[in-house]
């Protein structure tokens, strides 16, 4: 009953600019956190980025400075902007929300950076 739907990957060169997002739908009323996970190949998934519902986001060490995280609440959605982006940022990108207390995860979306 929530989907969440990612878009914005592809392939972009180094130095490069992407902007990811993910549109949820369903049943729901309001999200508490949203956020972005990666997962390189043969690596663990970690987390990116996190937005709470007052607007406030975290972001891991390896993308601060250079990742934004934005929501628009109305229409369920979230953004990732990335900016000089490095061939070490390859991966497929999955959104997250947290809702009524259970998480939800989108398919992915891939993400790859050539040098």
């Known amino acids: 009953q929530v989907q969440l739907v990612e878009s914005g990957g592809g392939l972009v060169q180094a130095e490069g600019s992407l902007r990811l997002s993910c549109a949820a739908s369903?049943?729901?009323?309001?999200?508490?956190?949203m956020g972005w996970y990666r997962q390189a190949p043969g690596k663990q998934r970690e987390l990116v980025a996190t937005?709470?519902?007052?607007?406030?986001?975290n972001y891991a060490d390896s993308v601060k400075g250079r990742f934004t995280i934005s929501r628009d609440s109305a229409k369920n959605t979230v953004y990732l902007q990335m900016n000089s982006l490095k061939p070490e940022d390859t991966a497929v990108y999955y959104c997250?929300?947290?809702?009524?207390?259970?998480?939800?995860w989108g398919k992915g979306t891939l993400v790859t950076v050539s040098s």
């Open positions: 997250n929300i947290y809702l009524r207390a259970m998480y939800y």
């Open positions: 369903g049943s729901i009323f309001s999200i508490n956190v």
């Open positions: 937005i709470s519902s007052g607007g406030v986001a």
